[in-house]
């Protein structure tokens, strides 16, 4: 039964887990997502390598997937924050290269260099979404990874990020065409910048209006992100002939009810239009 399996998803919500849960009988996935649901403690090594292990007996991995959760409160005794290094050292004895095709890594930190060691296993990337983590230095991380897949002229058909305002981020999305499905969720102090929404809209989704499905932009909170739905910048979205849905929120203020100025949120021709509205 085993050896047909090739998609697997798992749940793990107790940090001790038993000593009888083990990996080791898997094999031959396509597929692999882990959510670690525990808040005050990363996983045990023990439990680490052997996902680490885990995917290295899975030469035709084309999707894998770690989230832990966004608000973690872990103990001074868990240690440094896990990072995707830990989870993928098994690879290191691979002789053959991954074609993955998807890499989702919620929780976690990701470094450039980690990125950069395992690029081989990389190079047929079409969906990458890093959500946020402890790291510090996420914004920093998520240019340099971005800088990477410019320089490497891998080019992504699905992204989500949580950060815009490294140079390298722009510069990478508006450097080919081809994006399918973008969500970007803008929340680093320095992401507020009505500079940034205007070079997304002139440069990046300006390369993308032949190809995008999905877009998804900001966050409930009141920044240049959430009131970016000018009626020029509308007409910029409805370009993009391909566009299925927009997700976005939009801050409305006291003054714009009582002066009737929401039209715009009415005024669209895209079929589907979902607006989360932030009132003052």
């Not at 973008?182 to 190809?211: A, G, K, W, Y």
Request: charge should be negative.
């Amino acid at each position: 039964m085993l050896d047909s399996l090739d998609n697997l998803s798992i749940t793990i919500q107790n940090y001790n887990t038993s000593t009888a849960f083990s990996l080791e009988p898997l094999s031959g996935l396509r597929s692999l997502c882990i959510n670690w649901s525990y808040r005050d403690h990363w996983p045990k090594q023990s439990l680490i390598s052997q996902i680490s292990m885990l995917i290295s007996r899975c030469p035709d991995l084309e999707s894998f997937k770690f989230t832990s959760p966004y608000f973690r409160r872990p103990q001074p005794e868990s240690g440094p924050p896990m990072s995707l290094g830990q989870i993928l050292a098994g690879l290191s004895s691979l002789d053959m290269s991954l074609r993955l095709k998807q890499l989702v890594v919620i929780g976690i930190v990701v470094s450039p260099d980690d990125f950069l060691l395992r690029l081989r296993h990389f190079r047929y990337l079409e969906k990458l979404e890093i959500g946020w983590s402890s790291d510090p230095d996420l914004a920093i991380h998520f240019g340099e990874i971005c800088a990477i897949l410019h320089a490497e002229g891998i080019h992504l058909k699905d992204i989500t990020g949580a950060i815009i305002h490294h140079p390298a981020i722009i510069r990478y999305l508006a450097s080919y065409s081809g994006i399918e499905r973008m969500v970007l969720r803008p929340s680093h102090p320095l992401d507020d910048s009505t500079q940034l929404v205007d070079q997304f809209f002139s440069s990046v989704l300006r390369q993308h209006r032949n190809s995008l499905r999905y877009l998804e932009l900001g966050l409930n909170k009141n920044t240049a992100w959430s009131r970016l739905l000018g009626r020029d910048l509308m007409i910029e979205v409805e370009r993009c002939q391909r566009l299925e849905e927009l997700n976005c929120w939009v801050y409305v203020s006291l003054e714009d009810k009582r002066s009737n100025n929401t039209d715009i949120l009415v005024s669209s021709s895209l079929s589907l239009f979902h607006a989360l509205m932030i009132s003052s």
